[in-house]
């Protein structure tokens, strides 16, 4: 089993920065093969995805909401994954979790392994 756990999430006035960090633990071994994603959920609407990234960081995706304005990399050597999120916005308010799967999709019935969520709050 491997167990995901989120960091970093807070509050933060627009226009301002915050990294998220995602920790893998347990069989972490298999995370050098997992494609990992980061996705949101906003009050009252569907969880989306955010952004994602291949097991050797060599394909990465935005949704277009963040692009431009997100980073998603990773250092396998730690089992972690980052978001270094720029310029946010109070629509960019929400719990974001990081998931682990073995293939690389925006479809998060795919991926295996989910972290509990962290809350980031942008104040206008």
């Known amino acids: 089993q491997v167990q995901l756990v989120e960091s970093g999430g807070g509050l933060v006035q627009a226009g301002g920065s915050l990294r998220l960090s995602c920790t893998a633990s347990?069989?972490?071994?298999?995370?050098?093969?997992?494609?990992m994603g980061w996705f949101r959920q906003a009050p009252g609407k569907e969880r989306e995805w955010v952004a994602l990234?291949?097991?050797?960081?060599?394909?990465?995706y935005y949704a277009d909401s963040v692009k431009g304005r997100f980073t998603i990399s990773r250092d396998n050597a730690k089992n972690t994954v980052y978001l270094q999120m720029n310029s946010l916005k109070p629509e960019d308010t929400a719990v974001y979790s990081c998931?682990?799967?073995?293939?690389?999709?925006?479809?998060?019935?795919?991926?295996?392994?989910w972290g509990q969520g962290t809350q980031v709050t942008v104040s206008s």
């Open positions: 998931a682990g799967g073995w293939i690389v999709t925006p479809e998060e019935a795919r991926y295996r392994y």
């Open positions: 347990g069989r972490v071994f298999t995370t050098y093969a997992m494609g």
């Open positions: 990234i291949s097991d050797t960081g060599s394909s990465i």
